[in-house]
C-alpha cells in the first residue's frame, strides 16, 4: 500500500468543504467548520479514495478536528488492516 500523504488528505477535505484553511485549522468540529453530514461525507470519502474504513468507535471529534488528526487516524487504521 502506498503511502497516505497530508495533501491527499487535505484534498479530499477541500472535495468536501473548499473554503476552510485545514493546514492550520485545529477546531473543526468544536467550531462547527465542518458538521454532521461533512462528517459522513469524509467518512465515505476516506473509504472510496484510500480504501480505508473508518469505524464508529473512532467517529470522534478529536478525529476530525484537524487535517493532522485526520491524516494521523487514516494512517493508523491503513496499518491495521
Same mark, same amino acid.
Request: charge should be negative; avoid cysteine; hydrophobic fraction near 50%.
Given at each position: 500500500m502506498e503511502d497516505i500523504t497530508l495533501e491527499a488528505v487535505i484534498d479530499m !477535505?477541500?472535495?468536501? +468543504? +473548499?473554503d476552510v484553511d485545514y493546514e492550520n485549522a485545529t477546531t473543526l468540529v468544536d467550531d462547527r467548520i465542518l458538521d454532521s453530514f461533512d462528517i459522513i461525507a469524509i467518512v465515505n470519502a476516506t473509504d472510496d479514495e484510500f480504501d480505508v474504513a473508518i469505524p464508529a468507535k473512532d467517529i470522534v471529534p478529536a478525529n476530525f478536528n484537524s487535517a493532522?488528526? !485526520?491524516?494521523? !487516524?487514516i494512517c493508523r487504521l491503513a496499518e491495521e488492516e
Open positions: !477535505l477541500r472535495d468536501i +468543504e +473548499e493532522k488528526a !485526520l491524516h494521523a !487516524l
